[in-house]
């Protein structure tokens, strides 16, 4: 039992294989309720304010094990589908955030997306999402993940994430194509877990480690019909 817990542990969130990018600079983002006034004000004025919906709308997660028994864990598919926010095309601006307690693991079918040719048990999973939000993102003491995207130019999306009371800014590569009676902004990009304080997962001396690295791919829709900006 006591190596099945370790195995558990070390299977909890792992990284992408390839080379993370450097690490990006601490900035300010803008507190959720100064996000939602600004929206207000936009709306007021006559802007078009979309809202996110989440039926239609995807972050995930690929994490990856590493070590020298990396092949006694599993690599893991993290996924949030509850997400909340609006967006202003025309100002090339959108906030949303997701709670991280509403999160996902392991869904089959994101599994196959990301190339995993493997499901883990209905235990392990359980295990695996307990630790990932108790041990590793302390997700009592900061429950959601803001991101505050903003377009300029011909210059990539700039997105700024907080995340376990770390907010970072990075070049966000985003494809944004019209989708129904709003718009669709998708892309995959790289982050590190110790550039927002967390501390990747290592047991059994190092044989079993969650790799720093992690891959976020997002697909957000937001639309016109109901849109209300509390």
Known sequence: MAIKRLLLLAALLGGCAAAPPPAPAPTAAPAPDNAAAWYRQAAAAGGKVLVIDPAQSLVAVTVRRGGALARLGHDHVVASRAIAGYAAPAAGRADFSFRLDQMTVDEPALRREAGLD?????????????????????????????????????????????????????????????????????????????????????????????????????????????????
């Not at 900061?142 to 070049?171: C, E, N, S, Y």
């Not at 927002?196 to 016109?224: H, K, N």
């Open 118 to 230: 493997t499901q883990p048990s209905a235990d392990a999973v359980a295990g695996t999402r307990a630790n990932m939000l108790t041990r590793v993102l302390e997700a009592d003491k900061f429950p959601l993940v803001a991101l505050h995207a903003q377009q300029i130019a011909d210059q990539p999306m700039q997105l700024t994430i907080t995340l376990h009371g770390v907010t970072r800014t990075v070049a966000a590569p985003t494809r944004i194509e019209p989708a129904g009676d709003g718009v669709a902004a998708s892309g995959t990009l790289q982050l590190r877990q110790s550039d927002f304080g967390i501390t990747p997962m290592s047991v059994m001396g190092g044989a079993i480690t969650v790799q720093d690295a992690i891959e976020l791919r997002f697909r957000i829709v937001a639309r016109t019909a109901g849109v209300e900006v509390r």
